[in-house]
């Protein structure tokens, strides 16, 4: 009997903290409100009148791929043979244009945006997110309901807010870049060292699929920004799941026809085929290895 009346008041202990973290989670999503922040960046975008001809990243040294947006199917060259010194260059080249731009002075007109890059890039880094194990676990949850709170100040939190929602035209480009500077496909080495190991960007990665922390820090952004930083969140956890280094043994294989269907059914992608044929490689590659 004791038994009995100990397991229920464990029972409801649990659903108590749950339903805490459920509290807390909408109270730091009004929070967040207040900041309206988005957890990206973009990369060498210029002001609105540039919208009508996005320059792709680099294709070779010195040389740009201008990809036309009226009447011509885009396509992202996702297999293009990226220079690691271009893609650390763009990089670079990204903040150094930042620096000029009217809303990042009227933050602060001294400024340097790379340097505040690498100060985030190493309080991320220092203490990453949990990506798993919510389930077993109500502390893990409560840690990454609050993670991105606690890694980062107010003051960076507006800075992100701001770059973008100024610099949110080459979003799609821009996060491609990105992803190929966090996952180079060489062995690219990290002269500034301020590079996220491929441990930690697969946490992160980890954290925003399939946390409800990070799950719905993404729900709360634009219905683009999420599917877009899903979409390489499933590549960045294949690739450690391909290498044997995904650790916690997240499963992305239920997520990549609900994002694959989400994306098919928005309109406003560049280089939707693009995202289409990868998810389905995915797909096709989860299928086989589950029923070899």
């Given at each position: 009997m004791r038994k009995r009346e100990s397991g229920r008041i464990w029972y409801w202990l649990s659903l108590l903290v749950v339903a805490g973290a459920a509290i807390l989670t909408g109270y730091y999503m009004g929070l967040e409100k207040g900041f309206e922040l988005k957890e990206a960046f973009t990369i060498n975008s210029d002001s609105a009148t540039n919208k009508a001809s996005p320059t792709a990243p680099p294709a070779s040294p010195g040389q740009k791929v201008t990809i036309p947006i009226e009447g011509t199917k885009r396509r992202m060259p996702f297999e293009l043979d990226y220079d690691c010194v271009q893609v650390e260059r763009?990089?670079?080249?990204?903040f150094q244009e930042l620096d000029t731009k009217g809303y990042v002075q009227r933050l602060?007109?001294?400024m340097d945006t790379y340097e505040s890059f690498r100060v985030l890039m190493r309080k991320l880094s220092a203490n990453p997110p949990i990506p798993a194990g919510e389930g077993n676990d109500t502390s893990i949850m409560t840690r990454n309901i609050f993670h991105l709170f606690r890694a980062l100040d107010?003051?960076?939190l507006r800075m992100i807010r701001e770059i973008i929602r100024n610099e949110e035209d080459l979003l799609e480009i821009n996060l491609n870049l990105f992803f190929k500077w966090l996952m180079p496909d060489k062995a690219c080495s990290d002269t500034t060292g301020i590079r996220?190991?491929?441990d930690v960007v697969y946490h992160y990665a980890?954290?925003?699929l399939n946390s409800i922390g990070g799950r719905s820090y993404l729900f709360r952004r634009s219905i683009r920004?999420?599917?877009?930083v899903s979409y390489y969140s499933l590549l960045i956890i294949h690739e450690a799941d391909r290498k044997g280094k995904n650790s916690y043994g997240i499963d992305i294989f239920p997520y990549i026809h609900q994002i694959k269907q989400e994306m098919s059914l928005y309109p406003d992608f560049d280089f939707q085929e693009d995202y289409i044929q990868n998810l389905d490689k995915l797909m096709s590659y989860y299928v086989q290895k589950r029923h070899p």
């Open positions: 763009g990089v670079r080249e990204f602060n007109p001294k107010k003051n960076e996220p190991s491929s980890g954290f925003l920004f999420r599917l877009l």
